[in-house]
């Protein structure tokens, strides 16, 4: 088969974020686009020759295209074989096990995550690289360099793979393996959690709603908990991944699970809800009248995790990124293990993981994962849950009541200010960092600075540092506040406010949390002087 060389040009914006090159679909659609990004990550790998990738993605809108493009393009590249999702499908933290399982030398991940899908809406791509992690800032640093300089892309001219049927097929010397994208992901689940148990637990009339919002987990989460743990039919809805994610926003949070949301706060709750994202790696838990934020769901996997088999032997450590509340650390001080404060992105965690310095990672984004994949992942943190209530027997919200009277409460909330004009987030962050250092001691209402800095992040396995990853104001008392811009957003700016309250361990528990941060909200939106300089202090959205 003949290989083309296509001559191209350079275009301007292809600097992956915090997950990825992320565009609206129809940017991702334009001549060129998807090839330059895909050649330019060949190219920061030292090229495809005699590779081995996986591909697959959440089955949005533009995913099958891009996938054929990709194909064609590792052939061209010289790549030896390929293994794709049937039909396309394979959830990111799937993905990610393949790429390990397989030892493949990395893998291209289709996904916007949590964006909606649609021509209209969002497209992204990921490279995975050989560990089943995001690509590092090095490599990402390479591909973006290299985006600036492309002059030509290799490609070759072959028809579309048929990606509906499990089995082998070539592009001309490649080999191209369509796998069932649910069978290696569940084995893995198998043997990290008892299965036994979890089924004695639905056998017992212990119920639950899993809500796969139209996206990815859809097929996962039916073979292994109405399949394999004998959850009732009808525990998992919308679980047909559609192109648009039926034109809702696949985000797991109280504002976009909003039905679920209600029905848990409702007299005809079932025991446990939860839900997933566009691509599965992120998670959303709620109890019985009980919502659990992200970061109170990670500390409670940690202490917990002994009673899943996987972890029976303990933690090595617990890593968690810097806006996260702090509740982890409480866990991991406990505990006597190491814990670690990393930069926003799950790309962070992999050195961490990979050098066996942590074992449980998570993030107030509602992500929470392993060292079972480089990858946070939704229906693990979901599985892991399942089998800790099957062997404490009592419920999501007295679960974390208990935890709360160990360890004390990190109230938490997150506040989006979306679609801001980009030089008016721009210049708050820069009359925010300008402010810094005099603001230790500063009062603003009823809470005192007590310290102010902009987070930077030396990597302790590989000594990489990275700056400027958002700004952290601590208020005497527990308080804290976190200002950072997001990485993944697709129009304009959306700045993130992350706001914090520790109770003590002898403090009030149950508490409204919007009235328990209070305090620190209003001392934050003063000091970044934020009415003023974006215009409005009322976020978007507040999960
Ligand atoms: C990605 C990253 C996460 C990050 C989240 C939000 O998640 O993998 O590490 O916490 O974005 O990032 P930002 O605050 O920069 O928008 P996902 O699920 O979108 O891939």
Redesign the pocket.
Known sequence: MKIETIATAPIEGQMP????LRKKTRVFMEPHYLENFIQATFDAIGGGAGKTFVVGGDGRYFNKAAIQTILKMAAGNGASQVIVGQDGILS?PAASHLIRLNKTDGGFIL?????PGGIDEDFGV?FNAENGG?APEGLTAKMFDATKTIEQFKTVDAADVDLSTVGNVQIGDMHVRVVDPVESYQALMEALFDFDAIRGLFAGGFTMRFDAMHAVTGPYATAILEGALGAPAGTVVNGVPLEDFGKGHPDPNPIWAKPLMDLMMSDAAPDMGAAS?G?G??NMIVGRGAYVTPSDSLAVLAANAHLAPAYRDGLAGIAR?MPTSAASDRVAAKLGIGCYETP????FFGNLLDAGKVTICG?????TGSDHVRE?DGLWAVLLWLNILAVRKQSVSDIVQEHWQTFGRDYYSRYDYEAVATDQANQLMSELRARLDGLAGQAFGDVTVATADEFSYLDPVDGSISKNQGVRIAFAGGGRAVF??????TQGA?L?LYLEQYSGVDGALDLDTQAALADVRGAAQEICNMAALIGRTEPDVIT
């Open positions: 974020g915090t997950s990825g990111t996904s916007a995550s949590h964006n990921k995001p994202d691509d790696d992120r990124s926003t992105g799950w790309k993030e107030e984004s509602a992500g946070k950072r811009l997001s990485g993944t957003g959306t993130r």
